[in-house]
């Protein structure tokens, strides 16, 4: 069982930048990847992005590719995403998530354990 705590969200105007940090403890030595997802208001939950233990490979959603940058120190326990020009679509809260698995890398499916999620509000 892992466990994960999110933090760094709040209320930014568009355009702005905002780093949210994901805390990881217990079982930490079998995660295979880290992600972050988020939901929107009225909307199901979205993967973001995601990045891999084992070379350290990335990937984005279309919507936020160029914008959005996912990092894992998994020396500290720690997986961040930073996130620039930041818009009011990328309103919702935002969740970090950690797998075993090998598969189904954007889907929730495909997560084992969840944060419990820090609200990004972005005013326009």
């Known amino acids: 069982q892992v466990q994960l705590v999110e933090s760094g969200g709040g209320l930014v105007q568009a355009g702005d930048s905002l780093r949210l940090s994901c805390a990881f403890s217990?079982?930490?030595?079998?995660?295979?990847?880290m992600g972050w997802f988020r939901q929107a208001p009225g909307k199901e939950r979205e993967f973001v992005a995601y990045?891999?233990?084992?070379?350290?490979?990335?990937y984005y959603q279309d919507s936020v590719k160029g914008r959005f940058t996912i990092s894992g120190d998994y020396a500290k326990n720690t997986v961040y995403l930073q996130m620039n020009t930041l818009k009011p679509d990328d309103t919702a809260v935002y969740y970090c998530?950690?797998?075993?698995?090998?598969?189904?890398?954007?889907?929730?499916?495909?997560?084992?354990?969840w944060g419990q999620g820090t609200q990004v509000t972005v005013s326009s």
């Open positions: 990045s891999t233990r084992s070379g350290g490979s990335t």
């Open positions: 998530a950690a797998s075993i698995k090998l598969a189904d890398l954007t889907m929730e499916r495909g997560y084992d354990s």
């Open positions: 217990g079982r930490t030595f079998s995660i295979t990847r």
